[in-house]
């Protein structure tokens, strides 16, 4: 659905001033996305003491991503420029709730993921405000999973994250970063398919500088069927705790290589990441390999495959290893279907869970399905 600028008030607006007016555009867009699912543990958070409650049926919101609302406008600033601005949040199809920002407490927010102001042109792009991190963009660009809500590497991620410490009341996570709030990111132009993207947010913590701050630096090459990317996430005061004073403690950095190659249909992936925590290493270290496979059947039809590998390299009886399958079917440019399985051998206290939001027992291995339905406007 768009709504344009151009409509009826702006034309008599511009038609009576007389004034060169510049062309502008503001799109609504969003997905409700519903299924089914069964798995056969499942814990009350993602923390590596929960108990194993049995297995489940439910309804669940985000099968593929989450269901979500935004709007989106760019403004012709005239001379190659461009202002732009963009605005997203998701919600429960289930129950219609809003979802969780990353205050240290389970709070909603409006616009859970993105909310941002930014110019663009020959120089490239810049946005300030609440944004998915550089990083995982890039994770996403070289997955053949894409970063989905079953068994992808975005679930890898939040394996890492609750080995971390991190239970899931926030999105403020221990480990790299998928949405960061007062953030500046600059991203390059495409040389030759080869781009930039760097990060800034300051933490606004009176008294230290570097008080919950984040940084990062990614560099991506998309040419000749290639995706790859290299990244560099560092981050301060992670996941404070409600009591917690931001101090500046550099307990974040994420670091990761990942390629996708692509031909004829086919897609091949792999990735080595490493996760840790810099101030104490011996608490937080950990490595995730992932790899993958897929095929677009026909248009309509795409099919993946994957797994992703967790090591804890302070306690090696931790370790986790889960394997996916899911297909798509597009029965139109708006709407499609899903199915996926998987299964996750979790050893010692891990807890790499197969559905983003529904965490699973640690150490206990574990299958999940899931059928659903997705429709964008």
Same mark, same amino acid.
Request: with cysteine; charged share 10%; hydrophobic share 35%.
């Given at each position: 659905?768009?709504?344009?600028?151009?409509?009826?008030?702006?034309?008599?607006?511009?038609?009576?001033?007389?004034?060169?007016?510049?062309?502008?555009?503001?799109?609504?867009?969003?997905?409700?996305?519903?299924?089914?699912?069964?798995?056969?543990?499942?814990?009350?958070?993602?923390?590596?003491?929960?108990?194993?409650?049995?297995?489940?049926?439910?309804?669940?919101?985000? *099968? &593929?991503?989450? %269901?979500?609302? !935004?709007?989106? +406008?760019?403004? @012709?600033?005239?001379?190659?420029?461009?202002? /732009? #601005?963009?605005?997203? *949040? &998701?919600?429960? %199809?289930?129950? !219609?709730?809003? +979802?969780?920002? @990353?205050?240290?407490?389970?709070?909603?927010? /409006? #616009?859970?993921?993105?909310? &941002?102001?930014?110019?663009?042109? !020959?120089?490239?792009?810049?946005?300030?405000?609440?944004?998915?991190?550089?990083?995982?963009?890039?994770?996403?660009? &070289?997955?053949?999973?894409?970063? !989905?809500?079953?068994?992808?590497?975005?679930?890898?991620?939040?394996?890492?994250?609750?080995?971390?410490?991190?239970?899931?009341?926030?999105?403020?996570?221990?480990?790299?970063?998928?949405?960061?709030?007062?953030?500046?990111?600059?991203?390059?132009?495409?040389?030759?398919?080869?781009?930039?993207?760097?990060?800034?947010?300051?933490?606004?913590?009176?008294?230290?500088?570097?008080?919950?701050?984040?940084?990062?630096?990614?560099?991506?090459?998309?040419?000749?069927?290639?995706?790859?990317?290299?990244?560099?996430?560092?981050?301060?005061?992670?996941?404070?705790?409600?009591?917690?004073?931001?101090?500046?403690?550099?307990?974040?950095?994420?670091?990761?290589?990942?390629?996708?190659?692509?031909?004829?249909?086919?897609?091949?992936?792999?990735?080595?990441?490493?996760?840790?925590?810099?101030?104490?290493?011996?608490?937080?270290?950990?490595?995730?390999?992932?790899?993958?496979?897929?095929?677009?059947?026909?248009?309509?039809?795409?099919?993946?495959?994957?797994?992703?590998?967790?090591?804890?390299?302070?306690?090696?009886?931790?370790?986790?290893?889960?394997?996916?399958?899911?297909?798509?079917?597009?029965?139109?440019?708006?709407?499609?279907?899903?199915?996926?399985?998987?299964?996750?051998?979790?050893?010692?206290?891990?807890?790499?869970?197969?559905?983003?939001?529904?965490?699973?027992?640690?150490?206990?291995?574990?299958?999940?399905?899931?059928?659903?339905?997705?429709?964008?406007?």
């Amino acid at each position: 659905m768009k709504l344009r600028s151009e409509l009826i008030l702006p034309a008599v607006l511009c038609a009576f001033s007389g004034a060169a007016c510049a062309q502008s555009s503001v799109t609504l867009y969003g997905t409700v996305d519903g299924s089914l699912m069964w798995q056969t543990s499942s814990a009350a958070s993602y923390s590596t003491a929960a108990k194993n409650n049995g297995g489940l049926v439910r309804y669940k919101d985000g *099968g &593929t991503y989450a %269901s979500f609302w !935004g709007m989106r +406008g760019v403004e @012709d600033l005239g001379g190659g420029y461009h202002a /732009i #601005f963009q605005l997203q *949040g &998701t919600f429960d %199809s289930g129950t !219609g709730k809003l +979802g969780i920002g @990353d205050s240290s407490a389970p709070t909603t927010s /409006i #616009f859970s993921q993105v909310a &941002t102001v930014g110019v663009g042109g !020959g120089f490239g792009e810049i946005k300030i405000g609440r944004q998915y991190a550089p990083m995982m963009l890039a994770l996403t660009d &070289t997955d053949v999973r894409r970063a !989905g809500y079953f068994g992808s590497i975005l679930t890898g991620l939040v394996g890492l994250n609750s080995a971390a410490g991190w239970v899931g009341a926030s999105t403020n996570g221990a480990i790299g970063g998928v949405y960061d709030s007062n953030a500046f990111v600059y991203v390059s132009p495409s040389f030759g398919g080869l781009k930039a993207s760097l990060e800034y947010a300051p933490g606004g913590v009176a008294g230290s500088i570097q008080g919950n701050t984040r940084e990062s630096a990614v560099l991506q090459y998309n040419n000749y069927g290639f995706n790859l990317a290299a990244i560099y996430y560092n981050g301060h005061d992670t996941n404070p705790g409600a009591t917690t004073v931001p101090t500046g403690l550099n307990n974040n950095r994420f670091l990761s290589v990942s390629g996708l190659y692509s031909r004829s249909g086919f897609s091949v992936a792999g990735s080595f990441s490493n996760g840790r925590n810099p101030s104490n290493s011996n608490q937080t270290d950990l490595d995730m390999i992932s790899g993958g496979l897929a095929y677009q059947f026909t248009p309509a039809f795409f099919v993946s495959s994957a797994l992703y590998y967790l090591k804890d390299k302070n306690h090696t009886a931790n370790q986790s290893t889960s394997f996916v399958l899911g297909a798509s079917y597009s029965l139109s440019k708006a709407t499609s279907v899903y199915a996926n399985v998987g299964y996750v051998n979790n050893r010692g206290k891990m807890n790499q869970s197969l559905v983003y939001g529904q965490p699973v027992a640690p150490g206990v291995g574990t299958t999940a399905a899931m059928i659903g339905l997705r429709e964008r406007f």
